[in-house]
């Protein structure tokens, strides 16, 4: 993540496999801050960077 954010990568999602949990960080200056995060099960809704519902599940191969 540190990398990312030294590329000044706006945003990061990261998919916690083991989990099955989304987590969506936006860079504020030098470090990212978690702005969403969705549990298998749930749905991650967003307005920006885009407009978009993820379901974890659809991004994590079946257990």
């Known amino acids: 993540m540190h990398y990312y954010a030294t590329a000044r990568i706006p945003w990061y999602l990261l998919v916690e496999q083991e989990s099955g949990t989304l987590r969506l960080y936006r ?23 885009v407009a978009v519902e993820i379901r974890p599940e659809t991004l994590l191969p079946e257990r």
Request: negative net charge; aromatic residues 4%; glycine residues 8%.
């Open 27 to 49: 860079l504020d200056g030098t470090h990212y801050v978690e702005r969403a995060v969705a549990k298998a099960g749930d749905t991650l809704r967003l307005t920006e960077p």
